[in-house]
């Protein structure tokens, strides 16, 4: 469970983040939508606790990440798709955090399909190779961002 409790950031006179408070349950897979500057970014580098407040708190399991013994075994986070090896599909980018972090990497077809939806049924293996771009297919982008318009509409993801 991830908790922010009253997570203020500001740089100067400008408020990047104010005053947010929110529970995400655990096991629930959470995007924040919102435009440039909305502080996106922001609360997720306070919850991963590469960012310090101003005030405010961001917990997760009960404690700040700064905290946890096995980080990794309790919440993931993506803040930039460039930090991702350009050649390295999602199953094998998993393998290697879940090999590293001692984490249940025979879980990761079940993550897998939770994060980018499930595979088209029917089929085996493309016909022809598919350009990838961002390490993923065209056709698991376009999955990918329709699952998360789906938890939008669900009202799953809220900022």
């Known amino acids: 469970?991830?908790?922010?409790?009253?997570?203020?950031?500001r740089y100067?006179?400008?408020?990047?983040v104010g005053n947010l408070s929110l529970t995400i349950g655990a096991g629930r897979v959470t995007g924040f939508l919102g435009p440039n500057g909305a502080g996106k970014s922001t609360t997720m580098r306070m919850i991963m606790g590469l960012?310090?407040?101003?005030?405010?708190?961001?917990?997760?399991?009960?404690?700040?990440?700064?905290e946890l013994v096995y980080p990794l075994r309790e919440i993931g986070a993506l803040l930039d798709a460039k930090a991702v090896h350009p050649g390295r599909s999602a199953r094998a980018h998993l393998r290697a955090l879940a090999r590293t972090n001692g984490a249940n990497y025979f879980r990761q077809p079940?993550?897998?399909?939770?994060?980018?939806?499930?595979?088209?049924?029917?089929?085996?293996?493309?016909?022809?190779?598919?350009?990838?771009?961002?390490?993923?297919?065209?056709?698991?982008?376009?999955?990918?961002?329709?699952?998360?318009r789906r938890l939008r509409t669900a009202a799953v993801c809220r900022a």
């Open 1 to 9: 469970m991830i908790t922010l409790q009253g997570l203020t950031k």
């Open 51 to 66: 960012d310090r407040p101003t005030s405010g708190r961001a917990l997760v399991g009960g404690r700040p990440y700064a």
């Open 12 to 16: 100067g006179d400008q408020t990047a």
């Open 110 to 148: 079940s993550v897998l399909t939770k994060v980018m939806g499930p595979s088209v049924p029917g089929r085996t293996a493309p016909r022809r190779p598919r350009r990838k771009t961002a390490g993923a297919s065209p056709g698991r982008r376009l999955r990918s961002w329709s699952f998360l």
